[in-house]
Structures are given as structure tokens and as C-alpha cells.
């Protein structure tokens, strides 16, 4: 098949929800959102092209006569703890076009696009089942990730100590992502407070000075799921190790509970999944895998 890959334009914006949930375009508006995010609808789309040109990233479509098949969403991961490099946030070819090279094309621009802005590695992590498509492509597993989940004590509990609350103007710029979702730190941050399409809840964040922990005040953004749900983000100043991961944790959990939010997921390198039980997680993956691609 010959595809044509360019930038997206904001009147591609519409044709997304064809290529991630075309079953759902006579749906509602509350429906699409919820059940597809931002691809779901135009104007959670177009804020998301915003979002990535804003941060320096890229979304690419796939055209196969004159229908968007497919897309690539590229961004800096500059706050990676394996070192500044490009980042493959989504990639995803319509079906019916899937096996035909479309995929491949659409991760060669993104190739392109990273090795013009300078960067000597791709990143991504797998949708479940496409990393032999990565592997294909020359992708190699170089780190593996953990998931887990700890249950904070009911609302009102005690807040860690030097803690203090921080807004979406106070940008952890130019920290480490020591813990947090699967995508790159900024962009996590900038669309736990902008986006108001997929979220209905405000983040918590703290600048958190502890005792136990070298290096500086750390970041935490309580990244709200639903009211009283959060994913756990966590910017530092350099690489922590187990035992100021452990004490991370704890405050995490602390700092979750005294925002009346009680159950907060987490995600993070291997190596720190000992740290996360011995701070009361569960811990639900060990085999999360982060792929490369040398550039
Ligand atoms: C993963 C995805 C982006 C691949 O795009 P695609 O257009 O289908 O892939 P291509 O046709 O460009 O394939 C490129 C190469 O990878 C191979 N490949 C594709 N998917 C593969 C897979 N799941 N496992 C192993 N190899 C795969 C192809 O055979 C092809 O090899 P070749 O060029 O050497 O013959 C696409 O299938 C997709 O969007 N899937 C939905 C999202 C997803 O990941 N879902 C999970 C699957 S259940």
C-alpha cells in the first residue's frame, strides 16, 4: 500500500475517532470522550495537536488515497531517567489497513523526526501485542517497567512533612521522571491541569522536602483518574535510589490520603519494585517492556 505520511492538520482532527473507534461516531460527545479520549473527539483533538506542538513533539497521519489510516504521536522525553530521548507516545493504524506497511511508514517519519531533532534513541512502550510489530522495526527491549497500587487510608489522614501545594504554572522543568504513567513527564503534567475534555478532575501536586530523600525537594502529581483515584507522578532531581524511592512511596501514600484520594497506581522502573512493597504497594506487573531504537 502506498501511504503518505505528513503532519497532521487541525482539519484532520475529525477523522481520528475513524482510525482509534470508528463504532463509535454516531455516539454522544460524553460517550466518545469517555469511551475513546481525545481521538473521540475534534475539539479534544485539536487541543492535543496543540499540546504536542507546544512541548516540541509531533503528530504525523498516514494517508492511503486520500483517507487517514493511521497516526504517530512523537515526543522529547527529555525528563527520561535512561537519558534525553525521542518518544513514540501512540501509534495506532486503523483496522482493515493494518499488515500493509502503514505502521512502518508512520514509525519511519517518526524516526526521521527524531534524528533531525538531534535525538540518539526512540522509546516506546508496547501496546499489548504490537512489540513483535517494534521488534520487526529493529526495536530492542532495554529496561523493563513495574506497575503497582497501594489503597491510602480513608480522607484526613496526616500529610507528609514539608509539603507544599504547587499549580500547573510551577513546571518541573528540567527534573527527572522517577516515577509516574507510561508517557513522557511534561506532557503528563501540562495535561493533568489542561485538559478538560477526557478529565473531569483537577490534579493535586506537591513540592515535597523530605529528610529521607537526597538530592533536593521532589515533585509529585496526584494525576486524578476519578474523584477519589490517582495515578502517582513523581519528578527528582537525579536518579533516586531504592531506599529514597521507599521513602517517595510512603509520602506519596501519605500525601494521597491527606488529599482524600485512596487509591493511587504507580508506574516506574523494575529495579525500584522491591521499594514499592516494602512501602505497602501491591505490586501488579514486573514485565512491562521499555523498548529502543537506536538511532
Ligand atoms: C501495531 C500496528 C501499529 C502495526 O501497524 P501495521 O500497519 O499493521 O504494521 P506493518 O504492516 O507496517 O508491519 C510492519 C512489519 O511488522 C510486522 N508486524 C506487524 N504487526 C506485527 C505483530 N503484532 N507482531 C509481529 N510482527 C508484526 C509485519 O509483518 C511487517 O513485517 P515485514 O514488513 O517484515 O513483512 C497496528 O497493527 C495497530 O495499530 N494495531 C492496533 C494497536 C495495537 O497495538 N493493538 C494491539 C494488537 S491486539
Redesign the pocket.
Known amino acids: 500500500l502506498k501511504a503518505v505520511v505528513r503532519p497532521a492538520r487541525r482539519d484532520d482532527c475529525i477523522n481520528f475517532i475513524d482510525i482509534h473507534c470508528p463504532e463509535l461516531r454516531r455516539h454522544a460527545r460524553k460517550e466518545r470522550l469517555a469511551k475513546c479520549g481525545w481521538w473521540g473527539d475534534e475539539e479534544a483533538c485539536v487541543f492535543l495537536l496543540r499540546l504536542y506542538r507546544g512541548l516540541g513533539g509531533e503528530v504525523f497521519v498516514a494517508e492511503v488515497s486520500n483517507e487517514v489510516v493511521?497516526e504517530v504521536e512523537v515526543l522529547p522525553h527529555s525528563d527520561c531517567l535512561l537519558g534525553p530521548r525521542a518518544y513514540v507516545n501512540v501509534?495506532?493504524?486503523?483496522?482493515g489497513?493494518?499488515?500493509?506497511?502503514?505502521?512502518?511508514?508512520?514509525?519511519g517519519e517518526a524516526v526521521e523526526w527524531a534524528r533531525n531533532k538531534g535525538f540518539e534513541a526512540l522509546d516506546t512502550i508496547?501496546?499489548?501485542?504490537?512489540?513483535?510489530?517494534y521488534?520487526?522495526?529493529g526495536f530492542e527491549r532495554v529496561a523493563t517497567q513495574c506497575k503497582a497500587m497501594v489503597r491510602a487510608g480513608e480522607a484526613g489522614g496526616k500529610a507528609p512533612a514539608g509539603v507544599r501545594g504547587v499549580h500547573a504554572q510551577d513546571v518541573p522543568a528540567g527534573m527527572l521522571l522517577a516515577a509516574g504513567t507510561y508517557r513522557p513527564g511534561l506532557f503528563t503534567w501540562f495535561a493533568a491541569w489542561f485538559d478538560t475534555f477526557t478529565r473531569r478532575h483537577h490534579p493535586i501536586a506537591y513540592e515535597v522536602t523530605d529528610p529521607e530523600v537526597g538530592g533536593g525537594p521532589w515533585v509529585l502529581l496526584l494525576d486524578r483518574f476519578s474523584r477519589r483515584g490517582a495515578s502517582a507522578v513523581v519528578f527528582t532531581r537525579g536518579k533516586p535510589g531504592c531506599g529514597e524511592v521507599e521513602a517517595m512511596a510512603r509520602a506519596v501514600a501519605e500525601a494521597a490520603s491527606a488529599s482524600g484520594i485512596n487509591q493511587v497506581f504507580i508506574q516506574t522502573w523494575r529495579e525500584y519494585a522491591g521499594a514499592l512493597r516494602r512501602a505497602g504497594y501491591s505490586v501488579l506487573r514486573v514485565d512491562v517492556p521499555w523498548l529502543s531504537l537506536r538511532l
Do not use: I
Not at 501509534?91 to 483496522?95: G, H, I, P, Y
Not at 489497513?97 to 502503514?102: D, E, S, Y
Not at 508496547?126 to 510489530?133: A, L, T
Open positions: 493511521g501509534l495506532w493504524v486503523k483496522e489497513f493494518r499488515g500493509k506497511g502503514v505502521g512502518r511508514a508512520l514509525v508496547p501496546e499489548e501485542g504490537s512489540e513483535g510489530f521488534g520487526r522495526l
